[in-house]
């Protein structure tokens, strides 16, 4: 009896997952989009994010250039979408900068955060961060996310003396915005230390 329920639920499980292997087989998109993304709208191309570079330390208020080089076919990047998250603290708002239209179908260059915040004068020693930047199109499409780690240190010499890649080592790349983006200690948070501008 038992053999026949394990046969019945074999069958049925075979069943509901025959069309998903199958579909998937002959190169039909997946029935669920990775997670977070959403699908891109029919007769359009999402932006690609082909080459990136970050340094990954700095002391609190460098000015953090991080290098992106994105296109898109249709020639209609919108907006770069900039995420912090900060351990003990959480997600900040998603920071915009909009691109003008010598970017929107190519562009190669950086875009700048000054790290000072203005909202606390304080900022741990090792905090660390993680900035995820994307690209949007005009359609809503979003491209490849690219996540970038920071670490904020005290000291450290020649933290502006570094050796850029290829394709970012030729010199003369265009700054394409800056991020705007106010971090907290979260330490210091409700005790009148913080600043809540």
């Known amino acids: ?3 026949l329920k394990l046969k019945h ?3 049925l499980c075979f069943l509901f997952l025959a069309p998903v292997f199958f579909f998937n087989e002959v ?4 029935l669920i989009p990775p997670e977070g993304a ?3 709208k029919p007769g359009t191309n999402a932006p690609v994010i082909k080459h990136t570079f970050a340094v990954e330390k700095g002391h609190y208020g460098y000015i953090w250039k991080i290098y992106l080089e994105a296109e898109d076919p ?3 990047m919108l907006r770069i979408a ?5 351990i003990g603290y959480g997600h900040y708002p998603t920071d915009w900068i909009y691109l003008k239209s010598p970017y929107q179908k190519h562009f190669k260059g950086y875009i700048q955060w000054n790290t000072f ?11 660390q961060i993680k900035l995820a930047v994307s690209v949007f199109d005009k359609a809503g499409n979003e491209s490849n996310v690219v996540i970038f780690p920071f670490e904020f240190v005290s000291g450290g010499k020649g933290l502006y003396s570094y050796q850029l890649p290829p394709p970012f080592d030729q010199g003369n790349l ?6 705007h983006i106010d971090l907290f200690e979260p330490t210091l948070m409700g005790n009148g230390n913080a600043r809540d501008d």
Not at 27 to 30: E, I, K, N, Y
Not at 174 to 179: F, V
Request: charged share 20%.
């Open 174 to 179: 265009p700054r394409i915005g800056n991020i």
């Open 27 to 30: 190169g039909a998109q997946p």
């Open 117 to 127: 915040s203005s909202r606390t004068h304080l900022l741990r020693e090792w905090t």
């Open 9 to 11: 639920i074999a069958v």
């Open 1 to 3: 009896m038992k053999s």
């Open 82 to 86: 900039s995420v912090v998250s900060q």
């Open 38 to 40: 959403k699908p891109i």
């Open 74 to 76: 249709d020639g209609d």
